[in-house]
């Protein structure tokens, strides 16, 4: 009943940002926790950050921190990925994906909706 859209993908160049959206509709994000996993091919599906959304706790995978930033905007039910010093090992789909709950959560089994994914590739 939840469905979630991604904006936001590109291309750029090494050392590049991007800035991703996750927007709910039918539901708000008040009572969920929201992650971002990305799948590079040949790769699994992993997860770079999460948030629970009324606490605002938040996660950040090794390979991310110190360059990419998650936030939410309660007035806009959306959920931002800021990417900055993107690196070609980035490039990927980005997925946002949501649950109800009030921890945090990494494993893509734990969470319900899913959006439709962006694609974001970074060039040398």
């Known amino acids: 009943q939840v469905q979630l859209v991604e904006s936001g993908g590109g291309l750029v160049q090494a050392g590049g940002s991007l800035r991703l959206s996750c927007a709910a509709s039918?539901?708000?994000?008040?009572?969920?926790?929201v992650g971002w996993f990305r799948q590079a091919p040949g790769k699994e599906r992993e997860c770079v950050l999460a948030i629970n959304w009324s606490s605002g706790r938040t996660y950040y995978a090794d390979s991310v921190k110190g360059r990419f930033t998650i936030s939410r905007d309660s007035a806009r039910n959306t959920v931002y990925l800021q990417m900055n010093s993107l690196e070609p090992e980035d490039t990927a789909v980005y997925y946002c994906?949501?649950?109800?709950?009030?921890?945090?959560?990494?494993?893509?089994?734990?969470?319900?909706?899913w959006g439709q994914g962006t694609q974001v590739t970074v060039s040398s």
């Open positions: 994906a949501a649950r109800r709950g009030q921890g945090l959560y990494t494993g893509e089994a734990h969470y319900d909706y």
């Open positions: 039918g539901r708000t994000f008040s009572s969920y926790a």
